[in-house]
């Protein structure tokens, strides 16, 4: 049997000499007010056994980890001919790229940069008739905690400075790859990401990618096989241009988000989600990266 408290007590003796490094996603003014010296994780085994450490029932902003959310929803809604619309390649550029959209001509590289969920929020609102309650209730089924809700405020400073983002909408809408009206889409999307949750949470939420149950929650159902697929889109494309670092280093398929989370699984054995708000260059939380690869070090578990 793992002796998992003991392991998250090893990781923080060897993550400690990072606590000062890197710095809160500032560019989205409601995240720079975060506290940026917390630190959070959490662990579910499939047998149900939960196994937290510090701050793991503070919530925080998720941010693009709802992506992987929306990708479940749109792939339930619409199966393979999602995959006319989006990618599923990593990107090797920032997660916010113009470059690369603009050579691609208006078909983001997969759903897990920006243009790729823009692109997933104008699917679930073309789809849907409540796009936020149903996103929402879709969440609060997988973790199972019906007070999990949109942040406002970081929905706001995200729309009040989301200008590379408004670009990158009106770039998609040039090439007809995004069909609702802009402002609807990007609100939306901005919601999306506002959403926030706990390790706890988080972990729970990402136990319907982790084993092998039938994947059934408020009315979205997946097969195996498209499951499978969702992991294989998350070990390549999850870290934004650091995917193949993450794969080096963790070697598990996760997804992580500006807000300094990071969700990771062990299929057929745990999710993860750990929480520290200070980012590197790439946009990955310092001491969630290596939280993450020292738990695959110590437990000497990973998919390969």
Known sequence: MVDYQKIFDDIWNGISVFA??????????????????????????????????????????????SKVFALAMCLSLKGESLW????????????????????????????????????????????????????????RELCGEPGVDYNM????????????????????????????DIERVLMFYFKMCSVEMTCRELAAAFMAFADRSPFCFAGYSLTNSQIKRMNAVMQTCGFYDEAGEFSYLVGLPGKSGVGGGIVAICPQRYSVAVWSPRLNSKGNSVMGMKALELLTTYTEESIF
């Open 20 to 65: 000062g490094v890197g710095h809160q996603a500032d560019y989205i003014p409601a995240l720079a007010k975060v506290n940026p010296d917390q630190f959070g994780m959490c662990l579910q085994e499939v047998s149900g056994a939960v196994h937290t450490y510090r701050q793991a029932d503070e919530r925080f902003s998720i941010q693009s980890i």
């Open 153 to 180: 405020d970081v929905a706001m400073s995200e729309r009040e400075h989301g200008f590379l983002n408004a670009a990158i909408a009106n770039m998609l809408k040039s090439h007809g790859t995004i069909v609702n």
């Open 84 to 139: 006319k619309r989006i990618g599923k390649e990593p990107s090797g550029t920032a997660f916010n790229s113009l470059v690369q959209l603009e050579v691609e001509k208006g078909i983001p590289r997969n759903p897990f940069i920006n243009a790729g969920a823009i692109v997933l929020s104008d699917i679930l609102i073309t789809e849907l008739e409540r796009p936020e309650d149903e996103f929402l209730g879709f969440v």
